[in-house]
């Protein structure tokens, strides 16, 4: 009889809530949670009910059909659905980006993820245009970049106007968004207990750290810990727990991490290798240095480094040609639709866009794609700024010499589908740095600095190291030797030949004179000086 339970009675307390009607209910028998006052699709008017052709928003997010909201507004001036002022002027045309390839869907203009009902939406006030808020809040507000990711233009943060909170609800539907009394109250115990968490683990490490630093009364355990090497991977090689599941295997207790091959380790994560590389294109018209930035973009260098030394790239021409635009080549078919990574035919690699660097100007040097991760050997040069390319394409160098051939390749004549008609070709590639080269060279010479002193501490340490400032040796268990030398032997001489003077004068000096007796003083008390 009770609320899914197996009692033959009903509480107070059941009767009293909010979603239950009797005598004792009182008035929240008549309330209305707000979590579930709007079940309304971003896709649909919020007056008309229906699916909208030409949305517009108010400055609060809610959204409306511009055929539907115009007459209301002017005959009334109020909003719709909770009758505050409102103008047409502050009606804000809002742009989604509809993708052919997702049914027909709505997607973020940047990331391409389709929207749904849980994904919260945002729009920018100034330009209409629509994002997912993780996209805002990556690629704007966390890298303090105020400027529309696709029209470029200047906004604020209060510019950002939220459409849909992200569970279905459509902000500002029927009622500002409030959450239920119960949901807050759920919402204190979980913050509560995570507080008692940290602050038991807290404690715990407290404790731990100073039952550490009491003397222990036994004797040290005289197992070292060997330090990890440079390629060590942050997960195990697995060999204990396949052990411990397999009789197949041979029993192995330790828990040894993964080492990673040198490929594996250069480009397990950026801002690894900072050392900027050099290469040289050699084309039919001309020379071209560039740049190559391996710090945002690993590998996309080392694919196009990789491609280069196994000659991939000699002969291959520039099959596309658009005049202030970009100039695009890498792919030996020729065709456009060809070419493959240095790891494979069918192993196209990620993109990578956590660098600052924007197509910005003349000459940078981005991987060409034909949709999100499909980076192979293709890449172009642009004649100009491309802004709306930025975090579509991996930038991975930049045009340092050679814009004069750059200008003589954006000149080369074209057909009618932007193809060279004369030979336009790249030579040959030749790389001047490698940068990942580079990076193992100092990691090796710092190695091998680092053996060397190790070597020198075990034996007493460089000769320079090997002494005091006052001149005194030091042994190799680091206790300074008593030899006799520095400024201390000069102090210790003048004092020696001091007092041996001074005892050569008293025995020549013959019989030495009796002391004076006290001069006798008044009667009297005196000062009882001599009691």
């Known amino acids: 009889m009770g609320k899914g339970t197996d009692k033959l009675y009903i509480t107070h307390s059941e009767w009293s809530s909010a979603d239950a009607f009797g005598a004792s209910a009182g008035a929240n028998a008549r309330k209305v949670d707000p979590s579930n006052r709007n079940n309304l699709p971003f896709t649909h008017c919020a007056l008309t009910l229906t699916p909208w052709s030409h949305p517009v928003c108010t400055p609060g997010g809610r959204i409306f059909e511009l055929t539907a909201i115009l007459p209301h507004v002017r005959e009334h001036g109020t909003d719709p659905v909770d009758n505050l002022p409102l103008k047409t002027s502050e009606l804000v045309k809002l742009n989604f980006t509809k993708s052919e390839g997702k049914e027909g869907g709505f997607v973020d203009p940047v990331t391409d993820k389709s929207f749904t009902a849980s994904t919260r939406l945002v729009a920018i006030r100034g330009t209409g245009n629509v994002f997912a808020w993780e996209t805002v809040e990556r690629l704007n507000i966390k890298a303090k970049n105020w400027r529309d990711l696709v029209s470029e233009i200047e906004f604020g943060r209060g510019d950002v106007i939220v459409l849909q909170e992200g569970e279905g609800r459509v902000t500002g539907g029927v009622g500002k968004e409030e959450e239920s009394a119960k949901v807050q109250k759920a919402k204190d115990v979980v913050a509560k207990k995570r507080a008692e968490r940290e602050n038991g683990s807290s404690t715990a490490v407290a404790t731990s750290a100073s039952a550490a630093t009491r003397p222990a009364a036994s004797a040290p355990s005289s197992r070292t810990t060997a330090p990890l090497p440079y390629n060590a991977a942050r997960h195990s090689n697995g060999l204990a727990a396949a052990s411990f599941t397999s009789t197949g295997l041979t029993p192995n207790t330790s828990t040894a991490p993964t080492l990673l091959t040198t490929e594996q380790y250069l480009l397990s994560r950026p ?210 030797e008593e030899d006799g030398a520095g400024v201390g032997k000069y102090l210790k001489a003048a004092s020696a030949g001091s007092a041996a003077k001074i005892v050569s004068e008293e025995w020549e000096g013959g019989d030495m004179a009796p002391p004076g007796k006290k001069a006798k003083k008044g009667g009297g008390f005196g000062d009882f000086s001599g009691w």
């Open 271 to 480: 801002r690894l290798v900072k050392n900027t590389g050099y290469a040289r294109l050699l084309t039919t018209h001309g020379t071209l240095n560039l740049a190559l930035y391996p710090e945002n973009a690993p590998k996309a260098v080392w694919n196009f480094i990789t491609l280069a030394k196994r000659g991939y790239y000699n002969g291959v021409s520039f099959h596309r040609n658009i005049p202030n635009f970009m100039l695009q080549g890498g792919d030996p078919t020729g065709t456009g639709r060809g070419g493959e990574s240095c790891w494979g035919k069918e192993k196209a690699f990620a993109d990578e866009f956590e660098g600052p660097q924007k197509h910005d100007g003349r000459g940078v040097v981005s991987m060409a794609n034909k949709g999100k991760g499909t980076n192979t050997s293709q890449f172009f040069f642009t004649y100009r700024a491309a802004p709306h390319l930025d975090r579509k394409h991996t930038i991975f160098g930049r045009v340092v010499k050679g814009l004069d051939t750059l200008d003589r390749l954006e000149k080369v004549p074209v057909d009618e589908k932007d193809r060279p008609t004369e030979r336009c070709a790249i030579e040959e590639v030749v790389i001047f740095v490698d940068p990942f080269e580079e990076f193992l060279k100092e990691r090796e010479g710092k190695e091998v600095e680092d053996l060397r002193r190790e070597v020198l501490r075990k034996e007493g340490g460089a000769e320079d190291e090997r002494t005091t400032w006052t001149g005194k040796r030091i042994r190799g268990d680091g206790k300074a």
